[in-house]
């Protein structure tokens, strides 16, 4: 469960660093960045404020890989603690039985005689018997 869980977290945070750079460069792009950046510099009245991206991903590419083993080590320990929990108390188990609890009734053509189920069981034994008998 070690190697699932950790193939799984990194596939998940290479996926979010690929979304978020590409959502990144789009504002940029768009501009909404810098309207971010001039928005900020009014609401706290500061002279200049910048938003240093190298900075912004190389924290959030560290706070990910500590996510990655973070959530990998809590996916083990989850998996240790329900099988020791399923081996104590014994586990569930679901046995699938098939059963035909009707019979199954064909609907009429219009033309066709009802025949009884009885007589249709005794005339393919007794067909399949005179058969046998006269060796034809």
Do not use: H
């Not at 690929?18 to 990144?24: C, D």
């Not at 500061?46 to 809590?74: M, P, Q």
């Not at 996916?75 to 399923?86: A, E, K, Y």
């Amino acid at each position: 469960m070690l190697k699932i869980g950790l193939v799984f977290y990194l596939c998940v945070w290479g996926m979010a660093i690929i979304a978020s750079q590409a959502l990144w460069r789009t504002a940029e792009t768009a501009g909404v960045i810098e309207k971010v950046e001039k928005f900020i510099e009014e609401l706290f009245a500061l002279e200049t404020f910048a938003f240093d991206s190298d900075k912004i991903f190389r924290l959030y590419i560290l706070a990910g890989l500590v996510l990655v083993i973070g959530g990998t080590a809590l996916t083990v320990v989850l998996v240790v603690l329900f099988n020791l929990i399923s081996d104590l108390m014994g586990g569930i188990r679901f046995t699938m039985i098939e059963e035909e609890t009707a019979v199954r009734r064909r609907r009429l053509r219009v033309g066709e005689n009802i025949v009884p189920s009885d007589k249709v069981g005794r005339r393919g034994r007794s067909d399949s018997g005179a058969r046998g008998r006269d060796g034809g």
